[in-house]
């Protein structure tokens, strides 16, 4: 890690932890832990879209293969939500592996086409597997987490886990980024006939951070699962692996910190939006929830046109620019005098 990421963690950090205490209202809260999860899986994508350019329209998978083994290990047969934890982290590798194998030495379209399929098959399955499942009707019951004899029951207490959680994993994908393999990642992203040519493994490189990213994911959803106690196949369809490739490129994918900003940017949008709606209706106009993708659609289009780069990229330029300002201000100041 480089000294500005310490500065910016330093920063996040404090920003995390007066949430709670800004935030009276446990609704509020709890829409803060939804997009920790949100977070933690996004960061997981900026590595494998933004560092190693590889596309997955299929991520949202892995999120509920983590949610369904927790739900149903803990619901069916009692066993610890870390333990269950623990095995959907190694069924999401195993299949990470099966998947990532084949596919990964497509490229362009046809990789995201072939892991477009591969979240249709498994919310089909969710679907229709109702033994394990619960089919449309879901899982019911699962048990909260228990940390160290600290049940995390509440909205507070799972939104200071939670976010905990997602600075290891910001801490793993920093450090990670800033080795040697982020350096082959780079070298990857810009031209892998030219990354191969200097010796680095490209295909070894693509799968390894193929299951990074699904392990990210994989941990988010079980953390889904035992906050909201209930899950069915909905928050794992095609749509949100869009929602969460289009939280990377609105944030900047070629950068970890895009991820952050772009994940809580628009997992808060739709309730800023619902807020909104009174002031809505002042102009004539009723909003809708359905409304949501076309807002999404903007924000997106406008970020391509407008800041390619993201917003980390647009606020990173903006910045330059205004010490660039100060620079020449001040050189000419001193020449004056």
């Given at each position: 890690?480089?000294?500005?990421?310490?500065?910016?963690?330093?920063?996040?950090?404090?920003?995390?932890?007066?949430?709670?205490?800004?935030?009276?209202?446990?609704?509020?809260?709890?829409?803060?832990?939804?997009?920790?999860?949100?977070?933690?899986?996004?960061?997981?994508?900026?590595?494998?879209?933004?560092?190693?350019?590889?596309?997955?329209?299929?991520?949202?998978?892995?999120?509920?293969?983590?949610?369904?083994?927790?739900?149903?290990?803990?619901?069916?047969?009692?066993?610890?939500?870390?333990?269950?934890?623990?095995?959907?982290?190694?069924?999401?590798?195993?299949?990470?592996?099966?998947?990532?194998?084949?596919?990964?030495?497509?490229?362009?379209?046809?990789?995201?086409?072939?892991?477009?399929?591969?979240?249709?098959?498994?919310?089909?399955?969710?679907?229709?597997?109702?033994?394990?499942?619960?089919?449309?009707?879901?899982?019911?019951?699962?048990?909260?987490?228990?940390?160290?004899?600290?049940?995390?029951?509440?909205?507070?207490?799972?939104?200071?886990?939670?976010?905990?959680?997602?600075?290891?994993?910001?801490?793993?994908?920093?450090?990670?980024?800033?080795?040697?393999?982020?350096?082959?990642?780079?070298?990857?992203?810009?031209?892998?006939?030219?990354?191969?040519?200097?010796?680095?493994?490209?295909?070894?490189y693509k799968i390894q951070i193929f299951i990074f990213s699904a392990v990210f994911s994989s941990i988010a959803g079980s953390l889904y699962a035992h906050y909201v106690t209930y899950i069915d196949p909905g928050p794992f369809g095609i749509m949100h692996s869009v929602l969460l490739m289009t939280m990377v490129a609105v944030g900047g994918m070629h950068k970890i910190w895009g991820a952050v900003i772009g994940s809580l940017l628009l997992s808060l949008l739709p309730e800023f939006l619902s807020f909104s709606t009174g002031y809505f209706k002042t102009f004539g106009i009723e909003y809708?929830?359905?409304?949501?993708?076309?807002?999404?659609?903007?924000?997106?289009?406008?970020?391509?046109?407008?800041?390619?780069?993201?917003?980390?990229?647009?606020?990173?330029?903006?910045?330059?620019?205004?010490?660039?300002?100060?620079?020449?201000?001040?050189?000419?100041?001193?020449?004056?005098?």
């Open positions: 890690m480089v000294i500005r990421d310490y500065i910016f963690l330093g920063i996040f950090l404090l920003v995390m932890a007066c949430v709670p205490l800004l935030l009276k209202n446990d609704y509020y809260i709890s829409i803060f832990v939804f997009a920790s999860f949100n977070c933690l899986a996004c960061i997981g994508l900026s590595l494998l879209l933004g560092y190693a350019g590889q596309i997955s329209l299929g991520h949202a998978a892995f999120i509920g293969i983590g949610a369904y083994t927790s739900g149903y290990l803990t619901t069916q047969f009692a066993w610890s939500p870390w333990i269950t934890m623990f095995i959907g982290v190694v069924i999401s590798i195993i299949i990470a592996i099966a998947v990532g194998v084949p596919s990964l030495k497509l490229r362009g379209h046809y990789l995201a086409m072939a892991t477009l399929g591969f979240g249709a098959i498994l919310y089909i399955v969710a679907v229709a597997a109702v033994d394990i499942t619960g089919g449309p009707a879901g899982l019911n019951n699962i048990p909260p987490l228990n940390l160290f004899g600290l049940i995390l029951d509440s909205d507070k207490k799972f939104f200071f886990f939670s976010w905990s959680v997602v600075v290891i994993g910001l801490l793993f994908a920093l450090n990670l980024i800033n080795s040697r393999v982020g350096r082959g990642l780079r070298a990857l992203h810009g031209s892998e006939d030219a990354a191969n040519s200097i010796g680095i493994n490209t295909s070894s809708k929830p359905d409304y949501d993708t076309l807002v999404y659609g903007i924000i997106l289009l406008s970020i391509m046109l407008f800041l390619p780069e993201g917003l980390y990229g647009g606020f990173s330029s903006a910045f330059r620019a205004v010490k660039n300002i100060v620079k020449r201000n001040g050189k000419k100041a001193k020449s004056s005098s």
